[in-house]
């Protein structure tokens, strides 16, 4: 049949009709391809940056679970709360346990000022000294660095009253417990066997 035949009304609802085709077509290739699964690239992910635990921050405040011990409220060996004595090393517990026993005797009681401390708190330490001293290198005389440090390991503890720190030189060995560094009367360690000799002191906490 040819187009120019059709009476008007027909060829106009044959136009209708495509057009409402052609309208279909369009409609439906749109959610054909809203329908296709996308491919999308995902952003690389932003760089993490772990913190680095061997840094103290300038806000970093040592607590007593950093082995603290409070100014002014020095502990006893027999302590069974405080990180300061718990976290010690077990021999030199005992040992000051025995000790502590013996000078009680003698009317003296052993005022810990300073025993285990975490890794973080002896590099504040040094920090403060740095900053209170002028220099790392006078810093370095009286505060050990943390990998050096016999209180980060549990291995020594800091004495706070004159009469035991001179009981302890005395008759520490006895137990093994010796002053280990000359310039530091309040600082003792297990250094040697029971009843040996202690071994030479230390100039500073240089070594």
């Not at 009709?17 to 290739?29: D, Q, R, S, Y």
């Not at 391809?33 to 806000?59: K, R, T």
């Not at 502990?75 to 090393?89: K, Q, W």
């Not at 920090?127 to 050990?144: H, K, P």
Request: proline fraction near 6%.
């Amino acid at each position: 049949m040819v187009e120019a035949s059709l009476p008007g009304p027909t060829r106009r609802r044959r136009a209708l009709v495509l057009l409402g085709a052609a309208g279909a077509l369009l409609f439906g290739g749109t959610l054909a391809l809203s329908a296709m699964p996308v491919s999308v690239s995902a952003a690389p992910a932003p760089d993490v940056v772990v913190p680095d635990e061997g840094v103290v921050g300038a806000d970093f405040s040592p607590t007593v679970a950093d082995g603290l011990v409070d100014d002014g409220l020095p502990l006893t060996i027999s302590n069974t709360s405080a990180p300061a004595i718990v976290r010690l090393d077990p021999d030199l517990r005992r040992a000051l346990t025995e000790a502590q026993a013996m000078a009680a005797d003698d009317g003296i009681r052993f005022q810990i000022t300073s025993g285990w401390r975490s890794e973080a708190y002896q590099r504040w330490l040094m920090t403060d000294a740095i900053a209170t001293l002028g220099s790392e290198e006078a810093a370095r005389e009286i505060v050990a660095e943390a990998d050096a440090s016999s209180h980060v390991t549990g291995r020594a503890v800091d004495i706070g009253n004159l009469d035991a720190q001179e009981w302890l030189e005395a008759y520490g060995q006895g137990w093994g417990l010796c002053r280990t560094y000359a310039n530091e009367s309040w600082h003792f360690e297990r250094a040697t066997s029971p009843g040996g000799d202690c071994p030479t002191m230390k100039t500073d906490a240089r070594g």
